[in-house]
């Protein structure tokens, strides 16, 4: 293809779930308003109404659904009320972001490798169930490792095991505690997020078996 005459593909069209703070949530909006990620937020997802990820979206204007046990006991109801929201919305790309739930298996199903999970270790290391937020950072210090990292990963049926999309280092300092780790981390995870969700964008991401393959961008270099 000639330089500058590369076709852009449509936007993806992504649903994000989070459950907490949203700061990673926040800065794939931010990459979308810079110009950065090729994508649009049709919507956010939450199990927690207290999410500081739902006060961002409404002040965004970004549909919000709040679906959690509480309101859908029934696990079918539950999972089938999030694949119709997901639906509604022709969502074609799932970002998790600081989601704390499993996903179903159908979702898992109907949406293979286009959905993203993001972890503040350097899987497999660290990660599984009980594994998030800042007890990641507890057992990385507790360990005595001298570096930690972030994981953008495809999501599976197990936690924290899909195929490894992109990793960044970040040294453990002496006097780090988990929180300095942690902000130090999610720094990071900002710029990592927008980087590996662009790649799906531009469609130069290839899965094979546990293996994922970046197509070079020819155009940049
Ligand atoms: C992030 O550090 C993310 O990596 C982590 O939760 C935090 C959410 O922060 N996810 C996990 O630990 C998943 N196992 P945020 O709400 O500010 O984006």
Redesign the pocket.
């Known amino acids: 293809m000639v330089r500058g005459q590369q076709q852009k593909n449509p936007p993806l069209r992504l649903a994000v779930f ?10 794939i909006v931010d990459s979308i308003e810079d110009g950065k990620l090729n994508a649009v937020v049709v919507g956010l997802i939450s199990n927690n109404p207290d999410a ?2 739902i006060v961002f979206a409404e002040s965004k204007q970004i549909p919000c659904e709040i679906v959690n046990k509480k309101r859908y006991p029934d696990e079918s109801e539950h999972d089938a009320k999030i694949l119709n929201i997901l639906e509604q919305w022709k969502t074609n790309f799932i970002i ?5 739930k499993m996903i179903n298996p159908l979702i898992v199903e109907k949406y293979k490798n286009r959905i993203l ?4 270790a350097l899987l497999p290391s660290f ?1 599984g169930k009980g ?3 800042l ?2 950072h507890e057992a990385v210090i507790e360990y005595g490792v001298k570096f930690s990292g ?1 994981t953008v990963h495809i999501v599976n049926n197990e ?2 095991a899909g195929p490894v999309v992109l990793q960044r280092v970040v040294p453990v300092l002496d006097d780090d505690t988990p929180q300095s780790l ?1 902000q130090r ?2 720094k990071e ?1 900002h710029i990592i997020y927008t980087e590996a969700i662009q790649l799906f964008a531009e469609n130069r991401i290839t899965v094979s078996g546990r293996r994922v393959f970046v197509q070079r961008d020819h155009a940049k270099n």
């Open positions: 989070a459950s907490g703070t949203g700061s990673n949530f926040r800065a500081g990820a998790l972001a600081g989601y704390m999970n993001i972890h503040p990660g594994m998030y937020g007890h990641v972030v936690y924290d942690q981390i999610l995870e």
